[in-house]
């Protein structure tokens, strides 16, 4: 019988055997760099041992495929069905997403000394790559994944995750060398150079490389062109372009007017305001995190979980109508997700001894109706930011004055507001804190 | 007298770079002040400052993309007609047609990759505090141009006029409709709307003003290829210029104290 959604094809195999073929030759250039600065265990075998086993393990991998290219059916090289199931039936919701996102970022905050050492980066890459190539053995994952569109983003996630690691290994030497009294990184070999040859040598060959790769990616892969346009075919899921879905996925929790007016403009405003708010005069112009590591955190919080697990999150699992899949599940028209949410104002007014909602569509029966909302929203921006400043932000408001302060606070709770309100929809299955429909305010 | 130094001596080689080769300190220095493309860098650097590990070359690389962006822009708006009956047959001839045909190929990776990039330059540039005074400002017209970039993307990105594309217009312009005061579906639109005069209704909202019309149509084709092709990419040469002007007068890129 003909398989229509087959997980392990001829072609799939060759282009796997050649994936293998690189992490073969990445991890032998690493087994050479590890035999000349790892030294050995403490029966004097090398380290680079290990990594001469992996490399021989890849190259196994890469022959094993491209000698089965033509029996795909029966190969046994993938991804282990009770695996997918597991991490389908697990981790296919969005709030368990977002906080192993969170946890993710806290982790990589807390354990930096560890994850920036070059071995145990090198490891997570090669561990990262093997998921990768073992997922690419599934129907589903490669649909996604492999959507022209879609591969710069996974592209995107890697390097992200490079230049993160970059960061923190320099911060980490940073704090270190501050810590012992020494210089900065950045202030060693820092003569002057001229930058005719230095500077515009390092450009031209930049210029060179990218006008390569440019070619060979255009090469590689067709840029997508579909049916041509028709308003009355909608398709299902429409998606924006790549870079808003994460301001897209925001819609779960929050009607247009905030998801998709206010809180773009507060993103942007929020940008600029940086430089006006962050008064610490530390960490200009080399890397750090001891001593600057609140702002560091808060951006990296608004640019990793907030931003880019977003934009994965909305590209890779959200599928027809916009319901959440998990990474190797078929993107099924059918799936129904019971969607029983409910107001901030129902819950209030059907609690014990209160009278049930108030009818009636003037604006006083409206705003009685919705007063739980309003007053929590209310206190949420105007009652919060004093609190704030007179207890744990107070090193702030002393320092910021009361202008800055309440523009700083205000935008930290801006960006709160996400996680808060996910966590209640979780919770209480709450869908508006203030709903007033009749007048598109709903929040 | 090799070839090259006989073409070097030449009148007309002499008459289009106004330096000898940079072969000694000197001549090395004197390209720098003499050549129009160069003179945008100072003559020396700190070597920490242009080092890759610390800058990563994004911003350059950002503005190599866009340079690129253009030359293929250009190239493709040979073949392409933005009309109804058009766009997308252009866009398929050029797929189907074209010997050797890549340049929509790296218009639309390369405008990916820019986004990618300069989300990268901005991480960069927060990472090692470079925001901080003097360099405030530059940082708010970094930001500027991180708008730009994504509308740049947006814009272009119904021009193939395929279901991908305007679909994924409707849904990002669908926002507009939700504006506060000035969308049909904003809150208080209706305070604009008061004694029987309607300001704000589909024909004139905020979503009607960026389509041009009230749904993804003509109109909006027009709108965007204008945007796309010239209103946006102006403003943003011109940005890019003041935002390496104060690279420069800030006193170059940032360093420790
Ligand atoms: C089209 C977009 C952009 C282009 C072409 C561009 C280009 C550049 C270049 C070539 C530099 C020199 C240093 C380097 O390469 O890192 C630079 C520096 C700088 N950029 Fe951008 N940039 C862009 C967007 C941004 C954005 C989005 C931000 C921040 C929000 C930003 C803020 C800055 C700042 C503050 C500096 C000075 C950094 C320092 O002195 O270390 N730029 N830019």
Redesign the pocket.
């Known amino acids: 019988m003909l398989n229509h959604y087959p997980d392990v094809t001829s072609s799939v195999l060759t282009g796997l055997g050649w994936y293998y073929l690189i992490l073969l030759f990445m991890n032998l250039l690493w087994t050479v760099r590890s035999y000349k600065v790892d030294g050995e265990f403490s029966n004097g075998v090398p380290k680079a041992t290990v990594w001469a086993v992996a490399s021989s393990i890849f190259m196994m991998m890469s022959a094993a495929h491209f000698s089965s290219a033509r029996s795909a059916e029966t190969f046994l090289i993938r991804m282990p069905v009770f695996f997918k199931d597991l991490v389908d039936a697990n981790f296919a919701n969005p709030v368990i997403y977002f906080v192993l996102s969170i946890a993710l970022l806290w982790g990589m905050i807390r354990l930096r000394e560890w994850w920036t050492k070059p071995t145990v980066a090198w490891s997570l890459l090669n561990i990262s790559l093997v998921f990768m190539g073992l997922s690419l053995t599934d129907y589903d994952f490669r649909q996604i994944v492999g959507k022209p569109d879609n591969v710069p983003i996974v592209g995107m996630l890697f390097i992200v995750a490079f230049f993160t690691w970059i960061y923190f290994r320099r911060a980490v030497d940073n704090d270190n060398r501050v810590a012992e009294g020494r210089p900065l990184f950045e202030q060693e070999n820092n003569e002057k150079v001229l930058v005719w040859p230095d500077l515009v040598y390092t450009e031209l060959i930049c210029m060179v490389v990218l006008t390569a790769f440019l070619i060979f990616w255009g090469i590689a892969l067709k840029a997508p062109l579909e049916e041509p346009a028709s308003s009355v075919k909608t398709p299902n899921p429409s998606k924006a372009p790549w870079y808003f879905l994460g301001l897209q996925e925001m819609l779960v929790y929050f009607d247009p007017w905030l998801a998709g007016v206010v809180l773009p403009s507060i993103i942007l405003g929020g940008?600029m305001a940086v430089p006006y708010i962050d008064f610490n005069k530390k960490g200009n112009?080399y890397y750090t995190f001891k001593e600057r590591s609140f702002a560091v955190s808060t951006f990296l919080f608004g640019f990793l979980p907030l931003w880019v697990a977003l934009i994965v999150l909305g590209t890779f699992l959200r599928g027809p109508n916009w319901n959440f899949f998990g990474i190797y599940e078929l993107w099924d028209v059918h799936k129904v997700e019971a969607a029983n949410n409910v107001n901030l104002s129902e819950i209030f007014w059907s609690l014990p001894g209160l009278p049930g909602l108030p009818r009636g569509s003037s604006i006083g029966a409206i705003l009685l109706r919705e007063s739980p909302g309003i007053v929590l929203t209310l206190a949420y921006f105007a009652v919060l930011p004093p609190i704030l400043g007179l207890t744990v932000l107070r090193k702030y408001f002393v320092r910021m004055g009361v202008l800055r302060f309440l523009v700083f606070s205000n935008l930290l709770l801006w960006m709160a507001i996400l996680p808060v309100k996910m966590l209640l929809r979780w919770a209480f299955s709450l869908k508006y804190i203030v709903g007033i429909p009749e007048y598109f305010f709903n929040i | 007298m090799s070839v090259g130094d006989y073409i070097r001596n030449s009148q007309i080689w002499r008459s289009v770079f106004r330096h000898p080769a940079p072969t000694d300190r000197r001549n090395r220095v004197v390209v720098m002040l003499t050549n129009f493309f160069l003179h945008l860098h100072p003559v020396s650097v700190k070597q920490q400052?242009i080092a890759l590990s610390y800058?990563?070359?994004?911003?350059?690389?950002?503005?190599f993309l866009?340079l690129v962006e253009t030359i293929t822009g250009v190239l493709l708006m040979f073949y392409y007609r933005p009309t109804l009956e058009w766009a997308f047959y252009d866009i398929q001839a050029l797929r189907d047609v074209q010997t050797l045909g890549i340049m929509r190929e790296i218009h639309r990776w390369g405008a990916h990759a820019?986004v990618i990039t300069?989300?990268l330059?901005?991480y960069?540039?927060?990472l090692?505090g470079?925001?901080k005074p003097p360099?405030e400002f530059?940082?708010?017209?970094?930001?500027l141009?991180?708008v730009?970039?994504l509308l740049l993307s947006f814009t272009g990105y119904l021009l193939p006029w395929d279901q991908l594309a305007i679909w994924a217009i409707t849904v990002g312009s669908n926002m507009a409709r939700a504006t506060p005061f000035l969308g049909m579906e904003g809150p208080g639109f209706q305070l604009l709307n008061t004694s029987g005069y309607e300001l704000i209704t589909n024909a004139s909202d905020a979503k009607f003003l960026l389509l041009g019309g009230r749904f993804v149509g003509e109109a909006t084709l027009n709108r965007f290829y204008i945007l796309h092709c010239v209103a946006i990419p102006v403003v943003?040469s011109g940005?890019?210029a003041i935002?390496?002007w104060?690279?420069r007068k800030?006193?170059?890129?940032?360093q420790p104290l």
């Not at chain 2, 800058?55 to 503005?63: D, R, S």
């Not at chain 2, 530059?138 to 930001?143: E, F, L, P, R, T």
């Not at chain 2, 800030?250 to 940032?254: A, K």
């Open positions: 940008l112009g | 400052g800058t990563w070359c994004m911003g350059g690389i950002t503005f866009f820019m300069v989300w330059h901005m960069r540039v927060f090692t470079s925001y360099r530059n940082w708010v017209i970094g930001v141009l991180l730009l970039t943003v940005l890019i935002h390496f104060r690279v800030d006193g170059g890129i940032s």
